[in-house]
């Protein structure tokens, strides 16, 4: 029984810790979200939960009510970041999922209400890079096997010590409980800070997988391709010269064998800049110069 007390009180112990880096985020009617203190000034919450741009309030775990103003939104990865006026928070401690695995305690911790909601389970999956279905980039996977409940969305995954292992969401995955790494994360508030949003190139082509002949396989070092099935007129793309069939290989120094690696690529090259396309046409090699445009975030 002693024991159980032990560990009963170290898992309080560890959600008030990480409650002291979660806020209640007003900006929709009837439900509050939840936010992850980023700084002392920052809170990084769900963008779906956002809707309005204006009239934002934020309740600091004190009880302190701030207006907030949006710095920017990554829809596709469901991320927002507010600022408050009257930096006083206190930044949640963020930890690399790496450290997560299968089967350690999960502690999901929000603030729909004024005083903190704990969830306890278990992280559920791991793994490596995925995409949405909108195609952003997510540095690692990590879901927990804790239900999504009203005001979800925002709140913390917390490991056993407190620390923050991400940002939850139930927009990103039907019925599961998807959690953004810090990784994932630093990166896009990096982003907005800097640019006021997530800058993505944009080539404007439609591509389908192909495997290359034995031939073709030798010279380009990998057994597949992007065959360009669609040109978007006046795209980047388009005006560089690129045409139906041909077959992608390389965008700059980036091998494509899939439609990932050609994503990837993208994400790596915002808009402005100046890209060598490797395809091939009618069997020969060609490079072609492209100018990226700007690709929704959307």
């Known amino acids: 029984m002693k024991q159980n007390v032990i560990g009963s009180n170290a898992l309080a112990d560890?959600?008030?810790?990480?409650?002291?880096?979660v806020v209640r985020v007003e900006a929709r009617p009837r439900i509050a979200s939840s936010g992850i203190a980023w700084a002392p000034d920052l809170v990084v919450t769900a963008d779906h939960t956002l809707e309005r741009d204006d009239a934002i309030r934020v309740t600091a775990p004190d009880g302190t009510l701030f207006p907030a103003t949006v710095l920017g939104r990554e829809p596709?990865?469901?991320?927002?970041?507010?600022?408050?006026?009257?930096?006083?928070?206190?930044?949640?401690?963020?930890?690399?999922?790496e450290s997560a695995r299968a089967g350690h305690v999960a502690l999901v911790v929000s603030r729909a209400g004024v005083t903190p909601r704990a969830s306890l389970g278990i992280v559920s999956v791991t793994g490596g890079e995925w995409r949405t279905w909108g195609g952003a980039r997510v540095e690692r996977k990590l879901c927990s096997d804790v239900r999504p409940y009203p005001g979800f969305s925002g709140s913390m995954l917390a490991?056993?010590?407190?620390?923050?292992?991400?940002?939850?969401?139930?927009?990103l995955?039907?019925?599961?409980?998807?959690?953004?790494?810090?990784?994932?994360?630093?990166?896009?508030?990096?982003?907005?800070l800097t640019h006021g949003g997530v800058q993505r190139g944009f080539l404007g082509v439609g591509t389908l997988p192909v495997r290359l002949p034995a031939g073709f396989e030798a010279t380009v070092g990998r057994p597949s391709a992007l065959l360009v099935v669609s040109v978007q007129a006046g795209s980047p793309a388009d005006t560089a010269g690129v045409l139906l069939g041909d077959v992608v290989v390389a965008l700059g120094a980036t091998p494509i064998?899939?439609?990932?690696?050609?994503?990837?690529?993208?994400?790596?090259?915002?808009?402005?800049?100046?890209?060598?396309?490797?395809?091939?046409r009618g069997g020969e090699p060609r490079t072609l110069e492209v100018t990226l445009g700007a690709r929704d975030a959307a």
Do not use: C, F, K, W
């Not at 064998?257 to 060598?276: F, I, K, M, N």
């Open 257 to 280: 064998a899939r439609v990932p690696d050609l994503l990837s690529a993208l994400d790596e090259a915002p808009s402005g800049e100046q890209r060598s396309l490797h395809v091939l």
């Open 76 to 97: 596709a990865l469901d991320v927002a970041v507010l600022r408050i006026e009257g930096g006083v928070l206190q930044p949640a401690t963020l930890v690399e999922s």
């Open 14 to 21: 560890a959600v008030e810790r990480a409650a002291a880096g």
């Open 159 to 171: 490991d056993a010590e407190g620390r923050a292992l991400g940002m939850n969401t139930s927009r």
């Open 173 to 192: 995955s039907r019925g599961a409980a998807v959690a953004l790494p810090a990784v994932t994360l630093r990166r896009i508030v990096e982003q907005i």
